[in-house]
Nanobody, 125 residues
Framework: QVQLVESGGGLVQAGDSLRVSCAAS????????VSWFRQPPGHMREFVAA????????YYADPVKGRFTISRDDTNNMVHLQMNNLKPEDTAVYYC??????????????????WGRGTQVTVSS
């Protein structure tokens, strides 16, 4: 069993930066595929970024490429999402997700068995 707890959300202005974090427990982070998803108000949950094979492979959704960076600290079992140049359309609840299997699939909700409760990120214009 894997437990995930997000932190670091908040209210920022457009153009600001923010880092959200995810604390993992139950299994060594090095054994997990991890990702970030987000769910904007009134929309489905969508893929943001993923890190597999202990960070050897990272993936990003097109809307966040060049602005967001996923990183992992396997020693401290932490996953971070650094978000720069935030836009109002980045407003969402951000979820950390993990799975014990490492496959080539990474951007679907069904790829991950474990989920945190989410942290709210609000970007004002």
């Amino acid at each position: 069993q894997v437990q995930l707890v997000e932190s670091g959300g908040g209210l920022v202005q457009a153009g600001d930066s923010l880092r959200v974090s995810c604390a993992a427990s139950g299994r060594p982070l090095s054994s997990l595929a991890v990702s970030w998803f987000r769910q904007p108000p009134g929309h489905m949950r969508e893929f943001v970024a993923a890190s597999k094979w202990s960070g050897a492979n990272t993936y990003y959704a097109d809307p966040v490429k060049g602005r967001f960076t996923i990183s992992r600290d396997d020693t401290n079992n932490m996953v971070h999402l650094q978000m720069n140049n935030l836009k109002p359309e980045d407003t969402a609840v951000y979820y950390c997700a993990a799975d014990t299997t490492q496959t080539s699939s990474y951007k679907w909700v069904g790829d991950y068995a474990y989920w945190g409760r989410g942290t709210q990120v609000t970007v004002s214009s």
